[in-house]
């Protein structure tokens, strides 16, 4: 059973990524649907990181781990290299929750 899912999975993602190639003399979008394209895949990439960041499952994830990425996002920000804005959020989070808060 789960290897039929895998299967229909992987022939629905091939096949959609074949009909964009397919398609693309075909379909021709709007000077504004071309502007607005690229600000909505950034929503839906900020919506996802922000669930993320609230949500653990479908429990609220506690302090510890929004607080950490306020942390990495205030370094990424201020334009810190990756390495350190990665370890000083997981730092973050893993001290505050070793202090008790979740």
């Known amino acids: 059973m789960l ?3 895998v299967i229909v999975l992987g022939i629905g993602t091939y ?3 074949l ?3 397919l398609l693309r003399e ?3 979008l709007s000077d504004s649907i071309q502007r607005l394209l ?3 895949a950034a929503a839906l990439l900020t919506a996802l990181a922000a ?3 609230i949500m653990a499952g479908s429990d609220l994830a506690g302090i510890a781990r929004p607080t950490g990425v306020a942390v990495g996002a205030l370094l990424a920000w201020r334009r810190a290299p990756f390495v350190a804005v990665v370890i ?6 893993a001290l505050l929750r070793l202090a008790g808060i979740p």
């Open 51 to 53: 669930t993320s960041t």
């Open 3 to 5: 290897i039929a899912a």
């Open 26 to 28: 075909r379909l021709h």
């Open 38 to 40: 690229p600000m909505a």
């Open 88 to 93: 000083a959020a997981a730092a973050t989070a």
């Open 19 to 21: 009909g964009g190639v």
């Open 15 to 17: 096949t959609m990524r």
